[in-house]
């Protein structure tokens, strides 16, 4: 597609759950991010993948959470053992490359843990 | 670490009037700034960035100044339509860190109203 593709865009799950967030980014693009934005609250990074390596993994809040990335191409977000406080708009972002400074975001997957 | 603050909204104002959402950052490094806007229902886009210190950013009306002095990247525009209802967001990015990262501010919302 032209833009970046989330699945699924809303998630209704019950506490203690496996939820799996999925991120199909623009064809080329090497670089591909993951955010959490909270309500009321600004966009937190959770992780950046360039190729299918990453490098930073510094905002995954838990080890719960986990994400991989096949073929430089699509990327799944994992949150295990869900809790009430995951729940957010997970966004996810790619570019060509690594220092280009414009990211494109698809439209999110909402998440809401009961 | 790097953090952007920004003026919180929501802010309401009418067709034709003036608009200043204030952004101020703090950053290690010499960052990028940016303003990302996300129209309902839409996902983030870049509206504007700049690279460097008194860079002026412009797109659709807007601009902002990249004011190192005082830590700012003030968004403005002249004359708002109702069209320009949206969230926007300023962001950083510290292009000698790995990957492309940005560090987002909390976000304001503005309704203009006809």
């Known amino acids: 597609g032209a833009g970046v593709s989330q699945s699924p865009s809303n998630k209704v799950t019950e506490k203690g759950k496996d939820v799996e967030l999925r991120c199909d980014p623009i064809s080329g693009h090497t670089a591909l991010y993951w955010y959490r934005q909270s309500l009321g609250q600004g966009l937190e990074f959770l992780i950046y993948?360039?190729?299918?390596?990453?490098?930073?993994k510094s905002g995954l809040p838990s080890d719960r959470f986990s994400a991989e990335r096949t073929g430089g191409s699509v990327s799944t977000l994992t949150i295990q053992r869900t809790q009430q406080e995951d729940s957010a708009v997970y966004l996810c972002a790619s570019t060509e490359g690594a220092n280009t400074g414009e990211l494109f975001f698809g439209e999110g997957s909402r998440l809401t843990v009961l | 670490g790097d953090s952007v603050t920004q003026m919180e909204g929501p802010v309401t104002l009418s067709e034709e009037a003036f608009l200043t959402i204030n952004c101020t950052y703090t950053?290690?490094?010499?960052?990028?700034l940016f303003w990302y806007v996300q129209y309902p229902g839409e996902g983030l886009q870049l509206l504007l960035k700049?690279?460097?210190?008194?860079d002026k950013g412009s797109n659709k009306g807007f601009e902002a100044t990249y004011r190192k002095e005082t830590t700012s990247f003030h968004l403005e525009k002249g004359s708002v339509q109702v069209s320009d209802s949206a969230v926007y967001f300023c962001a950083l990015s510290d292009l000698g860190a790995a990957g492309n990262k940005l560090t987002f501010g909390g976000g304001t919302r503005v309704l203009v109203k006809p």
């Open positions: 950053a290690t490094g010499y960052p990028s």
């Open positions: 993948f360039q190729g299918n390596s990453a490098p930073d």
């Open positions: 700049a690279t460097k210190a008194d």
